[in-house]
């Protein structure tokens, strides 16, 4: 069984920063890219960030500049640095992962349960 489990989220004001963690655990034989997708309420989930094993990155428009993704391999963590946040930031958070389990052909995308962020003006 594999979880991923989110924290950091919560409530800033606009111009603010907050740090999101998200961390793999349970039966895992690797993880190949890792990232953040975020959904606001009446919109389609988008990507935020992603990241590889070997740590290329990849963003999405709308953050580039301001978010930061970065992950610890020995710690099975992604991170999301977000900085000068603002109200169109407001969504929920999730973390995915591409994971191979033992015994597995290949990797499955795992994701996890979101982590609120709200940008107040």
């Known amino acids: 069984q594999v979880q991923l489990v989110e924290s950091g989220g919560g409530l800033v004001q606009a111009g603010g920063s907050l740090r999101l963690s998200c961390e793999a655990s349970g039966s895992i034989f690797s993880i190949n890219a890792m990232g953040w997708y975020r959904q606001a309420p009446g919109k389609q989930r988008e990507l935020v960030a992603r990241i590889t094993s070997s740590k290329r990155t990849a963003y999405g428009d709308s953050i580039k500049g301001r978010f930061t993704i970065s992950r610890d391999n020995a710690k099975n963590t992604v991170y999301l640095q977000m900085n000068s946040l603002k109200p169109e930031d407001t969504a929920v958070y999730y973390c995915?992962?591409?994971?191979?389990?033992?015994?597995?052909?290949?990797?499955?995308?795992?994701w996890g349960q979101g982590t609120q962020v709200t940008v107040s003006s």
């Open positions: 995915n992962a591409a994971i191979t389990v033992p015994a597995a052909s290949g990797s499955y995308d795992y």
